[in-house]
Protein backbone atom coordinates (compact mmCIF):
# COMPACT_ATOMS: atom_id res chain seq x y z
CA UNK A 1 0.00 0.00 0.00
CA UNK A 2 1.40 3.37 -0.85
CA UNK A 3 0.83 6.48 1.16
CA UNK A 4 0.89 10.05 -0.71
CA UNK A 5 2.19 12.25 1.73
CA UNK A 6 2.17 15.72 2.04
CA UNK A 7 5.49 17.10 2.72
CA UNK A 8 9.00 15.29 2.46
CA UNK A 9 9.40 15.67 6.36
CA UNK A 10 6.07 13.37 6.77
CA UNK A 11 7.43 10.97 3.83
CA UNK A 12 11.04 10.32 5.80
CA UNK A 13 9.32 9.94 9.13
CA UNK A 14 10.87 7.15 11.48
CA UNK A 15 14.38 6.72 9.83
CA UNK A 16 15.85 5.61 13.17
CA UNK A 17 19.56 6.09 14.37
CA UNK A 18 21.94 4.28 12.68
CA UNK A 19 19.66 3.01 9.74
CA UNK A 20 21.47 2.33 6.80
CA UNK A 21 19.90 4.73 4.02
CA UNK A 22 20.21 4.26 0.53
CA UNK A 23 19.99 7.90 -1.53
CA UNK A 24 19.49 7.62 -5.58
CA UNK A 25 21.24 10.28 -7.54
CA UNK A 26 24.73 10.38 -9.83
CA UNK A 27 26.25 13.98 -8.74
CA UNK A 28 23.19 15.90 -8.73
CA UNK A 29 21.12 14.38 -11.30
CA UNK A 30 18.87 12.08 -9.54
CA UNK A 31 19.48 13.08 -5.80
CA UNK A 32 16.40 13.41 -3.83
CA UNK A 33 17.42 16.43 -2.20
CA UNK A 34 14.32 17.63 -0.40
CA UNK A 35 13.98 14.33 1.43
CA UNK A 36 17.27 14.53 2.18
CA UNK A 37 17.02 18.06 4.02
CA UNK A 38 13.75 16.55 5.55
CA UNK A 39 16.21 14.11 7.75
CA UNK A 40 18.61 16.74 8.21
CA UNK A 41 16.04 18.40 9.58
CA UNK A 42 14.76 15.36 11.69
CA UNK A 43 18.29 14.97 13.33
CA UNK A 44 18.53 11.37 12.56
CA UNK A 45 22.45 10.68 12.88
CA UNK A 46 24.97 7.11 12.49
CA UNK A 47 23.53 6.21 9.34
CA UNK A 48 24.79 4.16 7.01
CA UNK A 49 24.36 5.86 3.43
CA UNK A 50 24.49 3.93 0.13
CA UNK A 51 25.14 6.60 -3.05
CA UNK A 52 27.27 6.82 -5.36
CA UNK A 53 29.13 9.72 -4.75
CA UNK A 54 29.76 11.83 -1.30
CA UNK A 55 27.67 14.72 -2.35
CA UNK A 56 28.11 17.88 -4.25
CA UNK A 57 28.46 21.27 -3.24
CA UNK A 58 26.71 22.13 -0.06
CA UNK A 59 23.24 21.10 -0.28
CA UNK A 60 21.47 17.36 0.09
CA UNK A 61 24.00 14.75 0.78
CA UNK A 62 26.96 16.73 1.11
CA UNK A 63 24.43 18.93 3.91
CA UNK A 64 23.90 15.47 5.22
CA UNK A 65 27.42 14.59 5.41
CA UNK A 66 28.65 17.88 6.87
CA UNK A 67 26.32 17.75 9.34
CA UNK A 68 27.75 14.97 11.07
CA UNK A 69 24.86 12.79 10.38
CA UNK A 70 26.11 9.84 8.05
CA UNK A 71 28.98 7.31 10.13
CA UNK A 72 29.69 5.29 7.08
CA UNK A 73 29.48 5.91 2.97
CA UNK A 74 29.29 2.87 0.60
CA UNK A 75 30.32 4.81 -2.87
CA UNK A 76 32.06 4.73 -5.93
CA UNK A 77 33.69 7.98 -6.78
CA UNK A 78 33.52 10.38 -3.53
CA UNK A 79 36.06 12.53 -4.49
CA UNK A 80 34.93 15.21 -6.86
CA UNK A 81 35.34 18.66 -7.57
CA UNK A 82 32.80 20.00 -5.03
CA UNK A 83 33.04 17.41 -2.71
CA UNK A 84 34.73 19.34 0.20
CA UNK A 85 32.03 18.18 2.73
CA UNK A 86 33.17 14.85 2.55
CA UNK A 87 36.69 15.34 1.81
CA UNK A 88 37.09 17.51 4.95
CA UNK A 89 35.27 15.06 7.21
CA UNK A 90 37.09 12.35 5.50
CA UNK A 91 40.26 13.17 6.76
CA UNK A 92 39.42 13.99 9.93
CA UNK A 93 38.55 10.74 10.03
CA UNK A 94 34.84 11.08 10.91
CA UNK A 95 33.22 9.03 8.21
CA UNK A 96 33.77 5.26 7.22
CA UNK A 97 34.60 5.06 3.59
CA UNK A 98 33.73 1.19 1.90
CA UNK A 99 34.50 2.25 -1.90
CA UNK A 100 33.37 0.06 -4.54
CA UNK A 101 33.16 -0.52 -8.18
CA UNK A 102 30.76 1.66 -9.46
CA UNK A 103 28.69 -1.44 -11.39
CA UNK A 104 29.72 -3.86 -8.42
CA UNK A 105 27.71 -0.95 -6.34
CA UNK A 106 24.91 -1.70 -8.87
CA UNK A 107 24.70 -5.36 -8.79
CA UNK A 108 25.05 -5.33 -5.28
CA UNK A 109 21.64 -3.14 -4.63
CA UNK A 110 19.85 -5.12 -7.42
CA UNK A 111 21.35 -8.11 -5.93
CA UNK A 112 19.60 -7.33 -2.51
CA UNK A 113 16.42 -6.12 -3.65
CA UNK A 114 16.00 -9.74 -6.15
CA UNK A 115 16.87 -11.59 -3.32
CA UNK A 116 20.09 -13.47 -4.28
CA UNK A 117 22.38 -14.10 -2.03
CA UNK A 118 25.77 -12.88 -3.51
CA UNK A 119 27.21 -13.24 -6.99
CA UNK A 120 30.95 -13.82 -8.86
CA UNK A 121 31.86 -10.96 -11.11
CA UNK A 122 35.17 -9.98 -12.83
CA UNK A 123 35.02 -6.50 -12.18
CA UNK A 124 38.20 -6.08 -9.63
CA UNK A 125 40.03 -9.10 -10.01
CA UNK A 126 43.33 -8.43 -9.26
CA UNK A 127 42.90 -4.68 -7.82
CA UNK A 128 42.68 -4.01 -3.97
CA UNK A 129 39.21 -3.70 -4.13
CA UNK A 130 39.24 -7.60 -4.15
CA UNK A 131 41.38 -7.86 -1.76
CA UNK A 132 40.01 -10.57 1.36
CA UNK A 133 37.50 -11.74 -0.77
CA UNK A 134 36.64 -15.08 -2.41
CA UNK A 135 38.15 -15.98 -6.14
CA UNK A 136 36.60 -18.25 -8.16
CA UNK A 137 37.66 -19.58 -12.08
CA UNK A 138 34.49 -19.63 -14.37
CA UNK A 139 34.55 -20.78 -17.48
CA UNK A 140 38.41 -20.10 -17.41
CA UNK A 141 38.24 -16.32 -16.08
CA UNK A 142 38.56 -15.24 -12.31
CA UNK A 143 35.40 -13.59 -11.25
CA UNK A 144 35.12 -12.20 -7.46
CA UNK A 145 32.45 -12.59 -5.22
CA UNK A 146 30.43 -9.97 -4.15
CA UNK A 147 27.68 -9.60 -1.29
CA UNK A 148 24.40 -8.26 -1.80
CA UNK A 149 23.26 -4.54 -0.30
CA UNK A 150 19.74 -4.03 1.34
CA UNK A 151 19.01 -1.00 3.52
CA UNK A 152 16.33 -0.09 5.86
CA UNK A 153 15.62 2.80 3.80
CA UNK A 154 15.67 4.29 0.09
CA UNK A 155 15.15 7.66 -0.47
CA UNK A 156 14.89 8.38 -4.35
CA UNK A 157 13.67 11.02 -7.10
CA UNK A 158 11.37 9.83 -9.88
CA UNK A 159 9.97 12.25 -12.91
CA UNK A 160 5.69 11.47 -11.86
CA UNK A 161 4.40 8.67 -9.89
CA UNK A 162 0.53 7.81 -9.74
CA UNK A 163 -1.57 6.32 -6.19
CA UNK A 164 -0.18 3.45 -6.75
CA UNK A 165 3.29 4.04 -7.15
CA UNK A 166 3.90 2.92 -10.46
CA UNK A 167 7.51 5.49 -11.27
CA UNK A 168 8.53 7.01 -14.45
CA UNK A 169 11.71 8.61 -14.52
CA UNK A 170 13.31 10.97 -16.64
CA UNK A 171 17.08 11.00 -18.54
CA UNK A 172 19.98 10.36 -16.58
CA UNK A 173 18.06 11.15 -13.38
CA UNK A 174 17.16 7.44 -12.98
CA UNK A 175 20.73 6.21 -12.63
CA UNK A 176 20.44 3.79 -9.21
CA UNK A 177 16.65 4.90 -8.63
CA UNK A 178 14.95 1.62 -9.94
CA UNK A 179 17.55 -0.51 -8.25
CA UNK A 180 17.24 0.89 -4.78
CA UNK A 181 13.70 0.90 -4.77
CA UNK A 182 13.82 -2.92 -4.70
CA UNK A 183 16.56 -2.93 -1.95
CA UNK A 184 15.27 -1.37 0.86
CA UNK A 185 12.62 -2.49 3.37
CA UNK A 186 11.01 1.27 2.76
CA UNK A 187 11.15 3.29 -0.13
CA UNK A 188 10.47 6.88 -0.04
CA UNK A 189 9.70 8.65 -3.43
CA UNK A 190 10.21 12.30 -4.02
CA UNK A 191 8.28 13.15 -7.84
CA UNK A 192 8.01 16.38 -9.65
CA UNK A 193 4.41 15.53 -10.67
CA UNK A 194 2.18 13.36 -9.31
CA UNK A 195 -0.63 11.70 -11.72
CA UNK A 196 -4.02 10.21 -11.12
CA UNK A 197 -4.40 6.68 -11.65
CA UNK A 198 -4.27 5.61 -14.97
CA UNK A 199 -2.38 8.56 -16.24
CA UNK A 200 0.71 6.77 -16.81
CA UNK A 201 0.86 4.18 -19.05
CA UNK A 202 1.33 0.54 -17.66
CA UNK A 203 3.59 -0.10 -20.70
CA UNK A 204 5.86 3.10 -19.69
CA UNK A 205 6.23 1.97 -15.71
CA UNK A 206 9.91 1.62 -14.71
CA UNK A 207 9.32 0.93 -11.22
CA UNK A 208 6.18 -0.83 -9.72
CA UNK A 209 4.76 0.32 -7.04
CA UNK A 210 5.30 -2.97 -5.59
CA UNK A 211 8.58 -1.45 -4.56
CA UNK A 212 6.96 1.84 -3.26
CA UNK A 213 6.03 2.64 0.43
CA UNK A 214 5.58 6.73 0.61
CA UNK A 215 5.76 9.23 -2.54
CA UNK A 216 5.92 12.98 -1.73
CA UNK A 217 4.91 15.42 -5.07
CA UNK A 218 7.99 18.27 -4.17
CA UNK A 219 7.08 21.16 -6.94
CA UNK A 220 10.87 22.07 -8.77
CA UNK A 221 12.06 24.53 -11.33
CA UNK A 222 10.76 23.98 -14.76
CA UNK A 223 12.23 22.11 -17.25
CA UNK A 224 13.89 23.09 -19.89
CA UNK A 225 11.43 21.87 -22.21
CA UNK A 226 8.80 23.44 -20.21
CA UNK A 227 10.03 26.73 -20.78
CA UNK A 228 9.38 26.34 -24.52
CA UNK A 229 13.01 26.08 -25.29
CA UNK B 1 42.63 2.50 -42.35
CA UNK B 2 46.49 2.62 -43.63
CA UNK B 3 49.15 1.80 -41.18
CA UNK B 4 51.65 2.87 -39.82
CA UNK B 5 50.94 6.48 -39.47
CA UNK B 6 54.62 7.93 -38.67
CA UNK B 7 55.05 11.82 -38.26
CA UNK B 8 57.67 14.17 -37.59
CA UNK B 9 56.65 15.77 -34.32
CA UNK B 10 54.54 14.25 -31.74
CA UNK B 11 50.76 14.62 -31.67
CA UNK B 12 48.85 16.74 -29.59
CA UNK B 13 45.72 15.72 -27.76
CA UNK B 14 43.02 16.47 -30.65
CA UNK B 15 45.36 14.33 -33.51
CA UNK B 16 45.94 11.59 -31.12
CA UNK B 17 41.89 12.47 -30.61
CA UNK B 18 41.28 12.35 -34.46
CA UNK B 19 43.69 8.93 -34.66
CA UNK B 20 41.85 6.73 -32.09
CA UNK B 21 38.45 7.97 -33.78
CA UNK B 22 39.54 6.69 -37.25
CA UNK B 23 40.24 2.94 -35.39
CA UNK B 24 36.46 2.30 -34.24
CA UNK B 25 34.73 0.60 -36.47
CA UNK B 26 31.32 1.87 -38.13
CA UNK B 27 28.53 0.79 -36.07
CA UNK B 28 30.14 0.14 -32.85
CA UNK B 29 29.09 0.77 -29.39
CA UNK B 30 31.78 2.77 -27.49
CA UNK B 31 31.97 4.42 -23.97
CA UNK B 32 34.59 7.24 -24.02
CA UNK B 33 35.96 7.80 -20.33
CA UNK B 34 36.47 11.13 -18.80
CA UNK B 35 39.14 13.58 -19.53
CA UNK B 36 40.90 13.30 -23.10
CA UNK B 37 39.11 10.13 -24.81
CA UNK B 38 36.17 12.53 -24.48
CA UNK B 39 37.62 14.35 -27.64
CA UNK B 40 37.78 11.41 -29.41
CA UNK B 41 33.47 12.07 -29.90
CA UNK B 42 34.63 15.21 -31.76
CA UNK B 43 35.92 13.32 -34.52
CA UNK B 44 33.56 10.16 -35.16
CA UNK B 45 31.46 9.99 -38.20
CA UNK B 46 28.20 10.52 -37.93
CA UNK B 47 27.96 8.83 -41.42
CA UNK B 48 29.16 5.56 -39.24
CA UNK B 49 26.74 5.55 -36.80
CA UNK B 50 28.77 4.60 -33.76
CA UNK B 51 26.66 4.69 -30.59
CA UNK B 52 28.31 6.33 -27.67
CA UNK B 53 27.51 4.78 -24.51
CA UNK B 54 27.57 6.69 -20.66
CA UNK B 55 27.60 4.45 -17.63
CA UNK B 56 25.13 6.78 -15.80
CA UNK B 57 22.43 5.51 -17.85
CA UNK B 58 22.33 6.08 -21.38
CA UNK B 59 22.83 5.53 -25.35
CA UNK B 60 22.70 7.32 -28.46
CA UNK B 61 24.43 10.37 -26.24
CA UNK B 62 25.21 13.54 -28.09
CA UNK B 63 27.76 16.07 -28.31
CA UNK B 64 27.97 18.27 -24.73
CA UNK B 65 25.12 20.81 -24.23
CA UNK B 66 25.71 24.49 -24.05
CA UNK B 67 23.42 27.44 -23.34
CA UNK B 68 19.71 27.10 -23.55
CA UNK B 69 20.62 23.20 -24.28
CA UNK B 70 21.93 22.66 -20.52
CA UNK B 71 19.52 20.03 -18.74
CA UNK B 72 20.70 18.84 -15.28
CA UNK B 73 18.78 15.66 -15.60
CA UNK B 74 21.19 14.98 -18.81
CA UNK B 75 24.65 14.36 -18.17
CA UNK B 76 27.43 12.23 -18.50
CA UNK B 77 29.72 9.79 -16.42
CA UNK B 78 32.11 13.19 -15.87
CA UNK B 79 28.78 15.28 -15.12
CA UNK B 80 29.14 17.12 -17.91
CA UNK B 81 25.65 18.67 -19.31
CA UNK B 82 25.61 16.14 -22.96
CA UNK B 83 22.33 15.95 -25.40
CA UNK B 84 20.57 12.99 -26.96
CA UNK B 85 20.82 11.93 -30.34
CA UNK B 86 17.37 10.50 -32.35
CA UNK B 87 17.55 6.95 -31.37
CA UNK B 88 18.71 7.23 -27.75
CA UNK B 89 17.82 5.14 -24.89
CA UNK B 90 17.99 5.34 -21.10
CA UNK B 91 17.92 3.07 -18.64
CA UNK B 92 19.38 2.51 -14.65
CA UNK B 93 22.25 1.64 -13.45
CA UNK B 94 22.19 -2.11 -12.82
CA UNK B 95 21.91 -2.28 -16.83
CA UNK B 96 24.03 0.09 -17.53
CA UNK B 97 26.67 -2.20 -16.28
CA UNK B 98 25.52 -5.41 -17.20
CA UNK B 99 25.31 -4.10 -20.78
CA UNK B 100 28.97 -3.35 -20.13
CA UNK B 101 30.22 -6.32 -17.67
CA UNK B 102 28.16 -9.20 -19.85
CA UNK B 103 30.05 -7.98 -23.33
CA UNK B 104 27.97 -5.98 -25.25
CA UNK B 105 29.71 -2.70 -24.97
CA UNK B 106 32.47 -2.88 -28.40
CA UNK B 107 35.27 -0.06 -26.96
CA UNK B 108 36.33 1.53 -24.07
CA UNK B 109 38.57 4.67 -24.54
CA UNK B 110 40.19 5.50 -21.25
CA UNK B 111 42.82 7.26 -19.45
CA UNK B 112 45.53 5.75 -17.66
CA UNK B 113 48.70 6.81 -14.88
CA UNK B 114 50.55 3.42 -16.02
CA UNK B 115 49.85 0.68 -18.24
CA UNK B 116 51.42 -2.92 -18.09
CA UNK B 117 53.47 -4.51 -20.87
CA UNK B 118 50.70 -7.85 -20.58
CA UNK B 119 47.63 -5.11 -20.55
CA UNK B 120 47.07 -4.31 -16.68
CA UNK B 121 45.92 -0.30 -16.41
CA UNK B 122 46.19 1.96 -13.50
CA UNK B 123 44.56 4.57 -13.59
CA UNK B 124 42.17 5.00 -10.19
CA UNK B 125 44.39 5.57 -7.40
CA UNK B 126 47.88 7.72 -7.51
CA UNK B 127 48.97 6.16 -4.57
CA UNK B 128 49.72 8.84 -2.61
CA UNK B 129 48.56 8.49 1.11
CA UNK B 130 46.71 11.44 1.62
CA UNK B 131 44.36 11.00 -1.83
CA UNK B 132 40.64 10.34 -1.16
CA UNK B 133 40.58 7.30 -3.56
CA UNK B 134 37.51 7.45 -6.26
CA UNK B 135 37.10 4.72 -9.17
CA UNK B 136 33.75 5.24 -10.55
CA UNK B 137 33.17 2.86 -13.23
CA UNK B 138 36.69 2.23 -14.70
CA UNK B 139 37.33 -1.62 -13.38
CA UNK B 140 33.89 -2.32 -14.93
CA UNK B 141 34.54 -0.76 -17.73
CA UNK B 142 38.05 -1.95 -18.50
CA UNK B 143 36.52 -5.42 -17.65
CA UNK B 144 34.00 -5.83 -19.34
CA UNK B 145 34.31 -3.69 -22.28
CA UNK B 146 35.52 -6.25 -25.37
CA UNK B 147 38.44 -4.04 -26.08
CA UNK B 148 40.13 -1.03 -23.55
CA UNK B 149 41.74 1.38 -25.69
CA UNK B 150 43.72 3.68 -23.27
CA UNK B 151 45.20 7.40 -24.58
CA UNK B 152 47.80 9.06 -21.96
CA UNK B 153 51.26 10.70 -22.61
CA UNK B 154 54.21 8.23 -22.65
CA UNK B 155 55.81 10.14 -20.35
CA UNK B 156 55.06 11.59 -16.99
CA UNK B 157 55.83 15.05 -16.02
CA UNK B 158 58.73 14.27 -14.36
CA UNK B 159 59.75 12.07 -17.62
CA UNK B 160 58.93 8.77 -16.09
CA UNK B 161 57.75 6.23 -18.46
CA UNK B 162 53.82 5.25 -18.19
CA UNK B 163 54.13 2.15 -20.06
CA UNK B 164 55.79 0.02 -17.64
CA UNK B 165 56.92 -3.57 -17.46
CA UNK B 166 54.68 -3.70 -15.00
CA UNK B 167 52.26 -1.57 -12.65
CA UNK B 168 53.77 0.10 -9.96
CA UNK B 169 50.35 1.89 -8.97
CA UNK B 170 47.33 0.31 -7.56
CA UNK B 171 45.68 -1.91 -10.48
CA UNK B 172 42.26 -0.79 -12.00
CA UNK B 173 42.11 -4.75 -14.11
CA UNK B 174 44.39 -6.80 -15.25
CA UNK B 175 45.63 -7.44 -18.99
CA UNK B 176 42.34 -5.78 -20.04
CA UNK B 177 44.31 -3.45 -21.98
CA UNK B 178 44.73 -3.85 -26.41
CA UNK B 179 46.01 -0.43 -27.64
CA UNK B 180 47.66 2.33 -26.12
CA UNK B 181 47.52 5.72 -28.13
CA UNK B 182 50.03 8.71 -26.74
CA UNK B 183 51.42 11.40 -28.02
CA UNK B 184 54.60 9.83 -28.92
CA UNK B 185 53.87 6.41 -30.59
CA UNK B 186 50.93 3.75 -30.64
CA UNK B 187 51.45 0.70 -29.09
CA UNK B 188 50.05 -2.74 -29.37
CA UNK B 189 49.48 -5.10 -26.71
CA UNK B 190 50.07 -8.48 -28.21
CA UNK B 191 50.68 -12.00 -27.11
CA UNK B 192 54.45 -11.49 -28.17
CA UNK B 193 55.16 -8.56 -26.16
CA UNK B 194 54.30 -4.69 -26.70
CA UNK B 195 54.71 -3.93 -30.69
CA UNK B 196 55.05 0.12 -32.04
CA UNK B 197 52.60 0.45 -34.47
CA UNK B 198 52.87 4.27 -35.48
CA UNK B 199 55.16 6.83 -34.32
CA UNK B 200 55.13 10.39 -33.75
CA UNK B 201 57.95 12.39 -34.10
CA UNK B 202 60.18 9.72 -32.22
CA UNK B 203 61.75 7.12 -33.46
CA UNK B 204 61.92 3.48 -33.06
CA UNK B 205 65.24 3.94 -31.14
CA UNK B 206 64.57 6.57 -28.94
CA UNK B 207 61.09 5.07 -28.14
CA UNK B 208 63.19 1.62 -27.20
CA UNK B 209 65.37 3.98 -24.95
CA UNK B 210 62.50 5.93 -23.16
CA UNK B 211 60.65 2.59 -22.32
CA UNK B 212 62.45 -0.35 -20.47
CA UNK B 213 60.78 -3.17 -22.13
CA UNK B 214 60.99 -5.09 -25.13
CA UNK B 215 59.25 -3.38 -28.30
CA UNK B 216 58.55 -5.23 -31.50
CA UNK B 217 58.83 -2.62 -34.46
CA UNK B 218 55.43 -3.02 -36.72
CA UNK B 219 55.88 0.06 -37.83
CA UNK B 220 57.07 -0.74 -41.65
CA UNK B 221 58.58 -2.78 -44.17
Same mark, same amino acid.
Given at each position: ???? &???????????????? !????????????????????????????? !???????? +????? /????????????????????????????????????? &?????????????? %?????????????? %????????????????????????????????????? @???????????????????????? #????????????? =???????????????????? $???????? | ???? #???????????????????????????????? $?????????????????????????? $?????????????????? =?????????????????????????????????????? @????????? %??? /????????? +????????????????????? =???? $??????????????????????????? +??????????????????????????????
Amino acid at each position: MVDV &VDTAVEAVAGIADGAT !VMIGGFGTAGQPVDLIEAVIAGGVRDLTV !VNNNAGNG +DRGLA /ALIREGRVRKIICSFPRQHDSHCFDEEYRAGRIELEL &VAQGNLAERIRAGG %AGIGGFFTPTGVGT %ALAEGKEVRRIDGRDHVLEHPIRADVALISAFAADPA @GNLVFRKTARNFGPVMATAAVTTV #VQVRELRPLGGID =PEHVVTPGIYVDRVVCVPQP $PLPEEEGR | MNRP #VISDRPLGPDDLAALVARDIPPGSFVNLGIGQ $PTKVANHLDPADGIVLHTENGMLGMG $PEAHGDDVDPELINAGKV =PVTELAGASYFHHADSFAMMRGGHLDYCVLGAFQVSAT @GDLANWHTG %APD /AIPAVGGAM +DLATGARQTLVMMSLLTRDGA =PKLV $PSCTLPLTAVGCVTRVYTDRAVFDITG +DGVAVRDRFGTSYDELRDLLSLPLLDRTGP
